[in-house]
């Protein structure tokens, strides 16, 4: 048994809650950007390569992880703006005025319906959290090389703006 760990994972057509930030993004209705969030980012292509290379080259026993480059939340989308002059949000939330919001809406969303992208759980997960690692184990191991997130957001955004 080989073990390999992704960071963040993200690219074209994502269906997550990160592709959905960069889709409000683009369409100008992302309100604000977290304040602490930081990721490995690990564009999807790398991580399914890292799997094989793992399949491949892995040692029984070993885990790896197959996280890419390291940035905040904030940091890649002021890249966004940088690759596509779109705007990014200027209005920052801190960790503790998310976990308020949290608390706020896990009220409300008992009365009402609410986006997912504003109900208490993602507001929750999103103060401030981080999914850190490093990547040194699977690129000595493995010969892993995720791509830098300028490479990955490029296309990525590329292809949510054309889509």
Request: with cysteine; proline share 7%.
């Amino acid at each position: 048994l080989v073990i390999v760990q992704p960071g963040l994972v993200y690219g074209p057509g994502d269906p997550s809650a990160i592709g959905a930030a960069f889709r409000q993004y683009l369409e100008g209705k992302l309100p604000m950007l977290p304040v602490g969030a930081e990721y490995c980012w690990a564009h999807v292509d790398d991580i399914a390569h890292a799997h094989v290379l793992a399949m491949e080259e892995g040692r029984s026993g070993e885990a790896y992880i197959i996280a890419g480059p390291r940035h905040s939340l904030i940091e890649a989308m002021e890249l966004a703006e940088r690759l596509t002059g779109v705007k990014a949000p200027r209005l920052r939330g801190s960790p503790g005025l998310l976990r308020l919001l949290s608390n706020v809406m896990g009220l409300v969303e008992r009365v009402v319906p609410v986006p997912e992208d504003l109900s208490s759980e993602y507001l929750r997960v999103s103060a401030g959290v981080t999914y850190l690692g490093s990547n040194a184990k699977a690129r000595q191991g493995l010969g892993y090389e995720p791509r830098s997130l300028e490479v990955g957001l490029a296309e990525t955004l590329d292809f949510e703006r054309k889509r």
